[in-house]
C-alpha cells in the first residue's frame, strides 16, 4: 500500500508543477496585456496662437567717407610748396598748397592798367557831359543833339570801366586758385605731386588730384539690402555691426537715408546709416558685417519648428480634428530659436501634433491627444 501510494505521488508532483507554471504565465500575460493599455502612448499637440518672430540678418556692408574731395589746380601753373601731407589733419579752409604762373602776374598788371585808363576816359566824358549840361541851363548856348552825344559817350565809357573791371576781377580770382584750402575738415589721404610738378585741370595739367581729402570723424554704412527684407529698414530703423580689425566690438547707427528705388542689376537698395567716429577707430573702406533686425509689427502664427513637416510632397502641419489627422499643407518662413512662423489655411485654436511625422498618415485615427 504504501509502495503504491509513494507511486502515486511521484506521477501527481510533475503534473502540479506544469499547472502551477501555467498559471502564472497566464496571469503575468494577463498583467503584461493590461500594463500595455494602461500606458498606451499619448499624442502631444498645442493649440495654435499668434505671435511674432523676431530675428536678424547679416549682410555685408562698407564704411566710407561722409565726405571725399579730390583737389585739383583750377589754373595750369608748377607746385611751390606743399604745407601738409598723407595723413595730415586739416581744417576748413586751411592752406594745403602754394603754385606760381609767372603769366598770371602780367595778366594782372595790364588788367589793372586798363582799368586805370578806363577810369580815366570816364571821368573826362563825365565832366564833360556835366559842364554841358550846366552850360545849357542858359538858352541857346547848347543843342540838345550836342548834349544827347556827351550823354551817351559817358554811358558808354561807363560800360567800357564796368568791363574792365570784370577782366581785372577775373586774373585777381585766378591767382587766387593758386592757393589751394581745404573745403572741409578731414584728412589727407592720398597727395599724388611733389614741389615743382607741372598741375592744372584734370586732363590737361595732370590726370591725377593733387590731394585727397576725406571727412573720416563721421563715415557712412553703405548696405544693399535685397528686395524681399526692405520692408524691414525703415528711416532712423538702429542696426549693428562689426569690422574684422576689432572683432570684439559691436557698433551701432541708424538708417539716414533710403534710396527709395531697387538697383537694376542687383535688385536691391543703397542704404545708407551715419556712423560717428570721433576716435577713428573705423576707417573709410573697410568692410563691415551689418545685423539688421528683422522684427515684424504684424502677428503671425508661430509654431515649434518640430511641427512643421517638410515631406517630399510638400510642407504641412498635422491637424488633430474629432479624433482624426489631416495633414495641412503650409507656407513656412523665418525660423529662429526653433520656432517657425507659418502661413496657410489655419485657424487660431486649432490643434497642432507637435511633434510632427509621416508615420501618422493624412485622415488617419490619431492616438490620444494630450493638449500641452
Given amino acids: 500500500m504504501k509502495q503504491i501510494l509513494k507511486l502515486s505521488l511521484g506521477l501527481m508532483i510533475p503534473f502540479l508543477a506544469i499547472w502551477i507554471f501555467s498559471g502564472c504565465s497566464t496571469s503575468s500575460a494577463d498583467e503584461s496585456k493590461h500594463g500595455t493599455l494602461a500606458t498606451e502612448p499619448e499624442l502631444e499637440a498645442f493649440r495654435l496662437q499668434e505671435g511674432q518672430l523676431s530675428t536678424s540678418m547679416r549682410i555685408p556692408g562698407e564704411l566710407v567717407a561722409f565726405q571725399q574731395v ?75 543833339n550836342d548834349l544827347d552825344l556827351a550823354y551817351a559817350k559817358q554811358k558808354s565809357d561807363m560800360a567800357q570801366l564796368d568791363a574792365a573791371r570784370a577782366a581785372q576781377k577775373e586774373v585777381t580770382d585766378n591767382r587766387g586758385y593758386l592757393e589751394i584750402r581745404a573745403p572741409f575738415s578731414g584728412v589727407i589721404s592720398a597727395r599724388n605731386v611733389s614741389t615743382g ?137 523665418r525660423t529662429a530659436d526653433n520656432r517657425t512662423e507659418i502661413f496657410g489655411n489655419i485657424a487660431i485654436n486649432d490643434v497642432l501634433v507637435k511633434q510632427a511625422s509621416e508615420e501618422l498618415r493624412d485622415s488617419s485615427a490619431a492616438p490620444r491627444v494630450k493638449i500641452n
Fill in 197 to 333: 610738378a607741372y598741375v592744372g585741370p584734370a586732363g590737361k595739367g595732370s590726370d591725377m588730384p593733387i590731394f585727397t581729402l576725406q571727412e573720416q570723424k563721421k563715415l557712412r554704412l553703405v548696405v544693399s539690402v535685397p528686395e524681399a527684407y526692405t520692408s524691414y529698414l525703415k528711416d532712423k530703423s538702429e542696426v549693428s555691426f562689426t569690422v574684422r580689425s576689432v572683432a570684439n566690438q559691436k557698433f551701432k547707427a541708424s538708417v539716414s537715408r533710403l534710396a527709395g528705388a531697387l538697383d537694376n542689376r542687383l535688385r536691391s537698395q543703397r542704404t545708407e546709416m551715419d556712423v560717428i567716429n570721433e576716435s577713428k577707430l573705423l576707417l573709410p573702406g573697410m568692410v563691415a558685417e551689418v545685423e539688421i533686425p528683422m522684427n515684424s509689427t504684424a502677428s503671425t502664427f508661430v509654431v515649434p519648428s518640430s511641427a512643421v513637416l517638410n515631406s517630399t510632397k510638400g510642407v504641412y502641419v498635422i491637424r488633430v480634428v474629432n479624433g482624426k489627422a489631416f495633414w495641412v499643407p503650409v507656407t513656412a518662413g
Fill in 70 to 144: 579730390d583737389l585739383y589746380a583750377k589754373v595750369s601753373s608748377f607746385v611751390r610748396k606743399l604745407y601738409v601731407d598723407v595723413g595730415s589733419e586739416v581744417q576748413a579752409g586751411q592752406l594745403l598748397a602754394v603754385m606760381e604762373a609767372p603769366e598770371l602776374n602780367a595778366q594782372l598788371s595790364g588788367a589793372q592798367s586798363r582799368l586805370k585808363s578806363q577810369e580815366a576816359i570816364f571821368l573826362a566824358s563825365k565832366a564833360t557831359y556835366d559842364r554841358l549840361l550846366e552850360t545849357s541851363k542858359t538858352p541857346g548856348t547848347v543843342s540838345q
